[in-house]
């Protein structure tokens, strides 16, 4: 059974930063494209960043230069780190994957909420 857990998530200050994590089981994170995306109250999905099974990294413009995606295949584990952290960051983060070939997300997690206050 595939399952997807997501942590790291929490309150944090402007500027600030956090490290999400995303553990798989029922598959490798090693053999598929794992992507996060997020959604803020109101707003629609917001599709952050992907990571290939050939380690190929890309990012939307809202991730540009401030969150970096990264996988350990050992610990079935993909990451996202956030930096210099904005209000407008606050949302329910989720880490999916891929269903093949960059073609959509077939699995996710329940998400983990990063909350951007002073």
């Known amino acids: 059974e595939v399952q997807l857990v997501e942590s790291g998530g929490g309150l944090v200050q402007p500027g600030g930063s956090l490290r999400l994590s995303c553990a798989a089981s029922g598959f490798g994170v090693g053999s598929n494209a794992m992507i996060w995306v997020r959604q803020a109250q109101g707003k629609g999905l917001e599709w952050l960043s992907g990571i290939g099974s050939d380690g190929s990294i890309y990012y939307g413009d809202s991730a540009k230069g401030r969150f970096t995606i990264s996988k350990d295949n050992a610990k079935n584990t993909v990451y996202l780190e956030l930096n210099n952290l904005k209000t407008e960051d606050t949302a329910m983060y989720y880490c999916?994957?891929?269903?093949?070939?960059?073609?959509?997300?077939?699995?996710w997690g329940k998400g983990t909420l990063v909350i951007i206050s002073s």
């Open positions: 999916t994957k891929d269903k093949y070939d960059w073609s959509g997300m077939d699995y």
